[in-house]
């Protein structure tokens, strides 16, 4: 079984140090490489000032100081579909800037959402998200990293639709950010580009999801991500330490 080894943290994971004024994206990064010894980073934009290019240089000069590598950019906002179709051309230009973004700063991988706010998607809906999609992953392959959706709310949240998106893609430069939360995913594993491992699974069946994606050929990071707002810096290690202990064992 060829296991990678790799571990990362999501920054989400402290949202509730960051709401505090405790935490800002410098000091996540200190608190990855110091704190928690890893080697990557997993930046969540709502923890990001900006996507101007001189503060995204800063960041990756901080990234390059701390020997960090960016596993995962992780964008909230610029969903593929909204209902209006001017939203839908903001959200466009936005996600622009953050695959720029994700290029400067050297990210493996970056998600952006399909969108949508019903429990499945139209025909229309569908055809512009693989369409959309298909243009942003040539872009990744072009620039040797991957972008696509997570598995955490709205249409993404069923497997079928996901592998439906993953099947109609159809690209290299494309994957799914597997979010294991309640369950492992296999009907989508071959496509796994990135991961977030949430607290129940972590304490819970962690060791059977992630060989779900092992066997499916995964080679990314694993990386956690805490969701309570709380002790974070305490349930953050609790987390890395279980993924840690399987990976030892493999």
Request: proline fraction near 3%; charge should be negative.
């Amino acid at each position: 079984m060829a296991v990678t080894k790799k571990i990362s943290i999501a920054s989400y994971g402290f949202h509730g140090l960051a709401g505090e004024g405790r935490m800002d994206v410098f000091g996540y990064l200190e608190s990855c490489r110091y704190r928690y010894g890893m080697r990557s980073a997993d930046i969540w934009n709502g923890m990001m000032t900006g996507v101007e290019e001189d503060y995204l240089k800063k960041l990756k000069a901080e990234l390059d100081e701390r020997e960090l590598e960016l596993a995962n950019l992780c964008v909230d906002g610029p969903n593929l579909w909204d209902d209006d179709p001017a939203n839908r051309d903001k959200n466009y230009q936005d996600a622009l800037k953050y695959l720029k973004a994700a290029e400067i700063l050297g990210a493996r991988t970056i998600r952006i959402d399909a969108g949508g706010r019903t429990t499945s998607f139209t025909n229309e809906q569908f055809d512009f998200i693989v369409k959309r999609y298909k243009e942003y992953a040539k872009r990744a392959a072009d620039g040797g990293y991957r972008i696509g959706p997570e598995n955490h709310w709205g249409p993404e949240v069923d497997p079928a639709t996901m592998r439906k998106i993953c099947e109609s893609v159809d690209h290299p430069g494309f994957g799914v950010l597997v979010h294991f939360k309640n369950k492992c995913e296999e009907e989508f594993a071959k496509w796994a580009m990135h991961t977030h491992i949430s607290w129940d699974i972590a304490i819970g069946p962690l060791e059977k999801c992630m060989k779900t994606l092992v066997d499916a050929g995964y080679q990314g990071y694993w990386s956690v991500e805490h969701h309570s707002g709380h002790d974070e810096y305490q349930e953050v290690a609790i987390q890395v330490a279980k993924v840690r202990q399987v990976l030892s064992r493999w």
